[in-house]
């Protein structure tokens, strides 16, 4: 039993109200050894006596172990809650940029708080989402997942919950660990080492350092090296008839040429051939298949990783100091390093051919006929879509460097527990060139001088374009964020039932954020008008940001214990978000004006209400209900609009000849897209985005060894910013017609056909759902036998965007492409004997509609009854559900040493087959965000304590 104190007593409001992470530390380090028994260390089976008012799941250091994952973003992708993060397997093609993140409920990373022992980390975006590949896993005790909104403590960006990792604390031993795994295919080996040393013990010495050490690294792997995975031309089945996936890309080589033309009466044509079959007769190259009699397409899901390749090292050193009998100093550092480098298809580029040029005349003009462009016709413009096999994959190396500090002292003082604590955290990425970019210049000359021919079969070049294939670093971007907090607890007056408790707090934020792209990124523009290269394979036309803004909040709670068993917990904050200062900002021409505010001040208090009630022993209802805003993210307002790249394939949205923009159509195909923020000020500036969260849930334990768990949730968003889809914008031509512009693209040199997706206050959205988590334990004559079953059943997950209606997304790929599973879950049974610990885990997700393709989209085939393939069709199928299971044993050989062996996916499971080409990185035929395409793997652990 714990001594029922101040303090004590405080945490207990804390807890109730939702505030638990940011106490645990200031419990932790109070010198009564009475009241350390108060700090959460987990269990299997949960007492509903630890239950609060709030659905908390605590991962212990055990569980951690028990997972078997190598990484902090590993161990929070085990858990059936967590849906809509970013992985590393996205990065491969750049779209995830070496970002890992968490993710609650699908909601979104951006709502979803990170914290670090209850302090915020500097984020790796403009906004609160941090990369989890930043916290070394070695460092981690235990952590906490809060599902419900905790904005009314932590303020506007925790509507979807939060995830608090509590690092190692008061350790005296020396632990020296060590990892190794291996898939059963190629590729994919992860090593890790880890020390860790801490001297001298809070209670005893009045001192306790603490200093932690890492390193973990990761082997790619490539999708060449799996069935299911190593080409972008898959046969299936589906609705009882054969199919085949056809993902391709008409960038190749030996190069595709596309010719627009008027002809006499002055209609628009345009032809798309493969100059080197019509001259030989043959696709002759790797990875290529001949689609048509004159044309040859690229599978570029055979050259693509299925995981990138990581290296981490970390350092973690922490100080508590005992000042007084009722004071604590605290100190905590932590550095890292973290590099991603992910490989893609060789570059792939669209590149004008001047008329007058001898290629054109050599290799495009001789065919014009043959490919049916009408005689008489005027050509208008000729491009060449290559890709550079022979210039290699590209690779970007995303390296990331964070710092985080923080100090403070707490204590208790007349009745007042309090604590105040300052955070310095930095978060530094770099994106360089690794591998496969080009420089335009450089080919450019190549391809002038007749040195490198674009409609030539690849294989004999390597040496030629070698000198043209950069090693640059192409942008870095910088998040700081420096912040104050003070909070105090007491207790306010005597009630029948027990005392009211108090909890007020306040904090100071500083947040600034940068980005400074190369001059290749950049591109000619007003700040470098003479730079005449680009990257070829990459992107031009970005801008620098530097953005900075401060806000500050304060908060108060209070707790009335109405009845014996019946607690009421009641909260409420008041934030305020300054306008943005720009230090780059733009104008519509690319002019840099001077620094000035953007967007508007944002203020608004908010407030939660809490129920905790145990009507009987065994039963624990508890309910909460409460208001949340989230101020936009600073990329929002101030990023200047530019060139983001390509779009997937579509239809052109333009369809009338009289369109000018019609002439820029070339039918189904890649087009490009520009985005940037809002930088609005007044009428149709961003506003803040607002929400209601509640909860229901109850805990039962009929008897001690089994508790049931199950928790409904309820989040709605209104005024949320949102950045339309392609997909919305290519296929509703008629509502967003004003997004869809000319472009002159500085490495086409030339105008092209873009969609401006730019963020707005568009829609309205709504989660709802049931998390569940039940655990039974038992002795047996074999040992002590524990089940733990937990979970996520989606019953909402939808979207409300003017113009095109209610999306409901789940089960189904969205247009955002993107999957919200209706059901998620992980089954956990465990034996322990004397010396072992043995755990089989059973990880399902359901299954959903695929993404839908209609004939023009040309991207499935129909297999004719001969086996030969026939044309383009439409299809909609379902995507099977995934279910791997995981083995474990642990075995304790000295009270110093243990070892740990174990297998994931131990029936070697393929990830299930899917025909998405839109969202996470560019593999085919599986979707790496959500399965495991390293197979069975086999992994060991060592862990020596002295």
């Not at 100091?321 to 792939?348: C, H, M, R, V």
């Not at 690779?395 to 604590?419: C, E, I």
């Not at 420089?439 to 690849?458: M, Q, R």
């Amino acid at each position: 039993m714990m001594v029922e104190t101040v303090l004590s007593r405080s945490v207990r409001l804390i807890c109730a109200g939702g505030l638990a992470f940011g106490m645990h530390a200031a419990v932790a380090q109070s010198g009564d050894a009475a009241i350390q028994r108060v700090e959460i260390t987990g269990s299997s089976i949960k007492r509903i006596t630890a239950e609060g008012a709030l659905p908390v799941q605590t991962l212990s250091k055990a569980q951690i172990e028990q997972s078997g994952a190598a990484s902090v973003a590993d161990l929070i992708a085990t858990l059936p809650s967590m849906q809509g993060f970013t992985t590393s397997s996205m990065s491969v093609n750049g779209g995830g940029g070496g970002l890992q993140s968490a993710s609650i409920h699908s909601i979104g990373e951006g709502y979803t708080l990170v914290l670090l022992n209850g302090r915020r980390l500097a984020p790796a975006t403009s906004g609160s989402t941090v990369n989890l590949a930043s916290i070394p896993l070695a460092a981690v005790e235990r952590v906490e997942i809060l599902t419900d909104g905790a904005n009314t403590l932590y303020g506007s960006d925790a509507i979807a919950g939060v995830v608090n990792f509590i690092l190692k604390k008061n350790q005296t031993d020396a632990i020296i660990e060590g990892s190794y795994s291996q898939p059963r295919s190629r590729g994919g080996r992860t090593q890790t080492a880890s020390i860790s040393k801490g001297w001298g013990d809070i209670d005893k010495d009045g001192f306790n350092v603490l200093v932690s050490a890492s390193h973990d690294e990761t082997k790619a792997s490539w999708a060449r090296d799996r069935d299911f995975s190593k080409s972008g031309v898959i046969p299936f089945s589906a609705n009882g008839k054969n199919y085949s996936l056809y993902q391709l890309s008409s960038n190749s080589m030996p190069g595709t040429a596309t010719v627009q033309y008027t002809n006499a009466d002055q209609s628009a044509g345009s032809v798309l051939f493969s100059p080197n079959l019509l001259a030989t007769g043959a696709c002759n190259g790797s990875n290529l298949f001949r689609i048509s009699p004159t044309r040859c397409q690229f599978d570029y899901a055979a050259t693509v990783q299925n995981t990138p390749a990581i290296k981490r090292d970390s350092v973690f050193a922490s100080l508590n100091y005992k000042i007084s009998d009722s004071a604590n100093f605290f100190a905590e550092a932590l550095g890292s390093s973290f590099t991603n480098t992910a490989q893609y298809a060789p570059p792939a580029q669209p590149l004008g051919v001047p008329l007058n040029s001898a290629l054109y005349a050599r290799a495009i003009a001789p065919y014009l006929a043959r490919v049916g462009v009408p005689a008489g016709a005027t050509v208008d413009s000729a491009t060449m879509s290559l890709r550079l096999v022979d210039a290699g994959g590209r690779a970007d190396n995303y390296k990331t460097v964070a710092k985080h500090l923080a100090f403070g002292v707490d204590g208790g003082f007349k009745g007042f527990d309090y604590r105040a604590a300052f955070t310095h955290s930095e978060n530094k990425q770099t994106d360089t060139a690794a591998g496969g970019y080009m420089s335009l210049n450089a080919f450019d000359a190549l391809v002038t001088s007749g040195a490198f021919d674009p409609f030539a079969p690849p294989g004999t070049s390597q040496a030629i374009l070698a000198p043209a294939v950069l090693d640059v670093q192409f942008g870095e971007t910088k998040s700081t964020l420096d912040q104050i907090q003070a909070s105090a607890t007491t207790e306010l007056f005597k009630m029948p039932a027990g005392a009211a408790q108090l909890a007020v707090g306040a904090d100071f934020t500083r947040q600034k954020y940068s980005e400074a792209p190369s001059a290749y990124n950049q591109g000619p523009n007003k700040q470098q008008p003479d730079f005449t290269d680009a990257a070829v394979g990459g992107t031009s036309g970005a801008l620098p940001v530097d953005a900075s803004r401060k806000n500050w909040g304060a908060y108060g709670e209070l707790l009335l214990p109405v009845l014996k068993n019946m607690d009421l917990t009641a909260s409420t904050r008041y934030d305020d978000f300054g306008a943005v200062t720009n230090d780059k900002n733009f104008d519509a021409d690319g002019n840099l004006l001077g620094s000035g505010k953007q967007g508007k001040t944002a203020s608004k208090a908010t407030y939660k209400l809490a129920l905790r009630w145990n009507p009987v022993e065994m039963l624990l209802v508890r309910a909460s209900y409460g208001t949340g805003f989230k101020a936009p993210v600073l990329t929002d307002i101030v990023k200047p609009l530019v060139n983001g790249g390509s779009s997937q394939f579509h239809n052109c949205p333009i369809t009338s000849p009289t369109d000018p923009r019609y002439r820029l159509c070339h039918g189904p195909a890649e087009y490009a897209l520009l985005t940037g923020g809002n930088a609005a000020t007044g009428e149709g500036a961003l506003l803040p985005e607002e929400s209601k969260q509640a909860t229901l849930g109850f805990r039962l334990e009929p008897i001690p060894s089994l508790s049931l768990g199950f928790d409904f949730w309820d989040v709605k968003l209104t005024n949320q910013i949102a950045t339309l889809s392609e997909n919305l914008v290519f296929e509703n031509p008629a509502v967003y017609d004003s997004l869809l512009r000319s472009y002159f693209d500085p490495i086409q040199k030339q105008d092209v056909l873009v969609a401006a997706l730019t963020p707005f206050n568009l829609s309205t959205a709504h989660y709802q759902g049931i998390d569940w988590d039940h655990t039974y334990r038992t002795s047996t004559a074999l040992g002590k036998v524990a089940l733990q079953w937990t979970g996520t059943f989606m019953t909402k997950a939808e979207q409300d965007n003017p113009g095109t209606g209610l999306e409901k997304n789940i089960g189904r790929f969205n247009s955002y492409a993107d999957v919200t599973f209706r059901v998620i879950s992980k089954l956990t049974a465990s034996l322990r004997t004397n010396m072992f610990l043995h755990s089989l885990t059973a990880n399902y997700h359901s299954g959903y509609t695929d993404q839908e393709y209609n004939e023009d989209n040309s991207v499935v085939r129909e297999v004719l009854a001969d086996g030969s393939l026939g044309g383009y069709v439409p299809l909609t199928r379902r995507v099977s559900s995934y279910t791997t299971f995981d083995w474990q044993t642990k075995a304790q050989l000295t009270k110093q040493f243990s070892l740990t062996a174990g297998i994931k996916n131990l029936a070697d499971m393929d990830p299930p087959f899917t025909m998405r080409n839109a969202g996470g990185g560019n593999q085919s035929g599986y979707d790496g965000r959500y399965t495991d395409p390293l197979g069975r793997t086999f992994y060991l652990t060592g862990n020596y304590k002295f």
